[in-house]
């Protein structure tokens, strides 16, 4: 873990010396997201960020460390109207990908958690097309880092170390109105009116593979060389009259030879994950998967809002046994999104009745940019 720690404060060092000394907007956002498990009853969130005034080719200079993640870029820079470059730099430290946490059917499994830890840069080249289309094209090169906690199976067998060359081919159709959640880091949650839609295709190449994870029954960790996967995504936000609208989100994901490493984040109510109320924070791991969300907002006054939601997931391998039988789950709960001039209060609470005994969320957020 010190080569971790080690290459992200390098990294840091070295865009502190590049980064201009401009003008700029900071943001920051405290939130956490608990639930009834003895083992992991709160994940905390903490991100601090500070988007530069443009600066290079009318560019988007950004400093952000989310929780464990230190990210830096210099986005959106123009050649021409239609063309948009981007780089960036990041690590993370320990807690990668949530792996330090292991559910099945809801429980938490210490014994197969691990520390997971990375550093990679990413290029990326951007056509824009008429009525709000575009491609993009990605490649990100990292490499990963593990380590055992104190909790750790002596017997499970750590993922390899890695290098990873990560092409991806992003299309998209932006029809969505304009938002504070878009431009503001404290707000997480973003408004939706109209539509939009996307879809990633890539691959994952890496230097080395083998087969990971606990011993005894049947594993799911046999990752190839070679991965190559697909996402899609869509959001659409549909007026009912002056204070309701409807909101629908829905993605889904198919991959081939995928491990924990890349699947899909599904459960909880936070936004880095594929939601489903009431249930713990990433407590379902899964490459092939189609889910949806469906809220209805309601302005309760001044720039408050309150929605209840539900949501549901198809997924490959419910129980986490490289089963390839599919499977549903599902959760409801309601949502508070609170606007303040520059504060945002995030308020999310859920059941998830697909787990066996109780199971349920609650999250809370505030941020603040300025």
């Known amino acids: 873990m010190r080569r971790a ?41 903490a991100v601090l960020a500070y988007d530069f005034d443009p600066w290079i080719a009318a560019g988007q200079p950004s400093i952000v460390l989310d929780t464990d993640t230190l990210r830096l870029g210099l986005t959106e820079m123009r050649l021409g109207d239609r ?46 097309a008429d009525g709000g289309g575009w491609a993009e094209l990605s490649l990100t090169g990292r490499r990963w880092l593990f380590d055992r906690t104190d909790e750790t199976d002596p017997a499970l067998v750590l993922p390899p170390e890695a290098w990873v060359l990560m092409p991806r081919v992003h299309l998209g159709w932006w029809r969505l109105a304009d938002d504070a959640g878009w431009r503001e880091r404290q707000r997480l949650f973003p408004r939706l009116r109209g539509f939009a839609l996307g879809i990633d295709l ?37 007026p009912l ?75 490959r391998d419910v129980d986490r046994r490289d089963a390839d039988a599919m499977g549903l789950v599902w959760g409801a709960g309601a949502t508070v999104d609170a606007r303040f001039g520059p504060w945002q209060v995030d308020l999310r609470g859920g059941v998830c009745p697909s787990l066996d005994g109780p199971s349920w969320s609650a999250y809370f957020g505030v941020g603040w940019g300025g």
């Not at 730099?89 to 792996?99: K, V």
């Not at 593979?209 to 606990?214: C, E, F, I, L, Q």
């Open 202 to 238: 890539g691959l994952d190449l890496r230097s080395a593979a083998r087969d990971w994870g606990s011993t005894g029954a049947r594993d799911r960790n046999a990752a190839a060389t070679v991965i190559p996967l697909v996402r899609q995504w869509a959001r659409l936000g549909v």
């Open 83 to 128: 063309w948009r470059l981007g780089i960036e730099a990041a690590g993370e430290a320990l807690i990668a990908g949530l792996l330090t946490d292991h559910y099945v059917e809801g429980e938490a499994q210490p014994e197969r958690g691990f520390f997971a830890s990375y550093i990679e840069a990413r290029g990326r080249i951007k056509r824009l």
């Open 241 to 315: 009259g002056e204070r309701l609208r409807i909101e629908v989100e829905q993605r889904a994901g198919y991959g081939v030879d995928e491990d924990d490493l890349t699947r899909a984040r599904i459960g909880g109510m936070n936004p880095y994950v594929v939601a489903v109320p009431g249930a713990p924070w990433a407590a379902w791991l899964s490459e092939r998967f189609v889910g949806g969300r469906v809220a209805l907002p309601l302005r309760l006054f001044g720039d408050v809002e309150l929605a209840p939601t539900a949501a549901a997931v198809w997924l």
């Open 5 to 45: 720690l080690e290459l992200i404060l390098a990294t840091g060092c070295v865009a502190a010396c590049v980064t201009p000394s401009i003008a700029g907007r900071f943001s920051a956002v405290l939130a956490g997201e608990a639930g009834p498990d003895d083992s992991v009853p709160f994940h905390g969130i």
